[in-house]
T-cell receptor
Framework: DAGVIQSPRHEVTEMGQEVTLRCKLI?????LFWYRQTMMRGLELLIY????????DSGMPEDRFSAKMPNASFSTLKIQPSEPRDSAVYFC?????????????FGEGSRLTVL | GESVGLHLPTLSVQEGDNSIINCAYS??????FIWYKQESGKGPQFIID?????DKRQGQRVTVLLNKTVKHLSLQIAATQPGDSAVYFC???????????FGPGTRLSVLP
C-alpha cells in the first residue's frame, strides 16, 4: 500500500490566493483527519470525517477554510482567501474506524507558505 | 521541512544509552494513549499505544508507562540509536472518541 498521499508537498502563494490541498486515503480506510502543524501551536485537529461525513469541524479556523470528501478515498482542504498566518504544514491522516487501535496513518504533509 | 521549531523541550542522549521521554496529558477521562515519532520533513509515525486499564506496555526497544494518578505518560527507548533522533509526541483520546489530542512534543537528539 502506498500510504496516505498528499499533494502538493510544498506550496508558496501570495496573500489572497486560493489554496487547495489534496489527500488520498489508504485503501479501505473510512476516517479522514486534517491536522495543521505550526511552531507555536503544535499539531491541531482541523476537521475529521467518518464515511465521508464531517463529524467535527470545530477546529477549522474560520469560514476561509473548507474541507470536502467527494468520495470515499479522496479529500480536499481549501483556503480562500489565504493569509500569511495560514502558513503551516498541513497533514492528512486516515484510519479504519471500528478497529479500536487508534493508529492514525499520516501523510508526508503539505508545507504552505503564504507571502 | 521541519516538523516543529526551536521552542520544543530537547533531550540529548549518548548513543547506546536509554532515553526517557515524558508527557503530561490533559484529560483524566482519556482512556487511550499513543506515542508518535516524527522525523524531519515527514508525518508522525505510530510507535506504541496503551489503554487506561494497563500501566505498562512493551514493544521492540520501547516501553510505555502510564500513571493515571498524576496523568503522566512516559516513553522509554532502550539502547538509543542515531535513527531514533526525532520529535516524539504523545496523544490522548476519550472513550469512544475519534479525536486525538497531541502534546507539544519533545525533540530527541542522539549524540555519537
Amino acid at each position: 500500500d502506498a500510504g496516505v498521499i498528499q499533494s502538493p508537498r510544498h506550496e508558496v502563494t501570495e496573500m489572497g490566493q486560493e489554496v487547495t490541498l489534496r489527500c488520498k486515503l489508504i485503501s479501505g480506510h473510512n476516517s479522514l483527519f486534517w491536522y495543521r502543524q505550526t511552531m507555536m501551536r503544535g499539531l491541531e485537529l482541523l476537521i475529521y470525517f467518518n464515511n465521508n461525513v464531517p463529524i467535527d469541524d470545530s477546529g477549522m479556523p474560520e469560514d476561509r477554510f473548507s474541507a470536502k470528501m467527494p468520495n470515499a478515498s479522496f479529500s480536499t482542504l481549501k483556503i480562500q482567501p489565504s493569509e500569511p498566518r495560514d502558513s503551516a504544514v498541513y497533514f492528512c491522516a486516515s484510519r479504519l474506524t471500528g478497529v479500536r487501535t487508534g493508529e492514525l496513518f499520516f501523510g508526508e504533509g503539505s508545507r504552505l507558505t503564504v507571502l | 521541512g521541519e516538523s516543529v521549531g526551536l521552542h520544543l523541550p530537547t533531550l540529548s542522549v549518548q548513543e547506546g544509552d536509554n532515553s526517557i521521554i515524558n508527557c503530561a496529558y490533559s484529560n483524566s477521562a482519556s482512556d487511550y494513549f499513543i506515542w508518535y515519532k516524527q522525523e524531519s520533513g515527514k508525518g508522525p509515525q505510530f510507535i506504541i499505544d496503551i489503554r487506561s486499564n494497563m500501566d505498562k506496555r512493551q514493544g521492540q526497544r520501547v516501553t510505555v508507562l502510564l500513571n493515571k494518578t498524576v496523568k503522566h505518560l512516559s516513553l522509554q527507548i532502550a539502547a538509543t540509536q542515531p535513527g531514533d533522533s526525532a520529535v516524539y509526541f504523545c496523544a490522548e483520546t476519550l472513550p469512544y472518541g475519534q479525536n486525538f489530542v497531541f502534546g507539544p512534543g519533545t525533540r530527541l537528539s542522539v549524540l555519537p
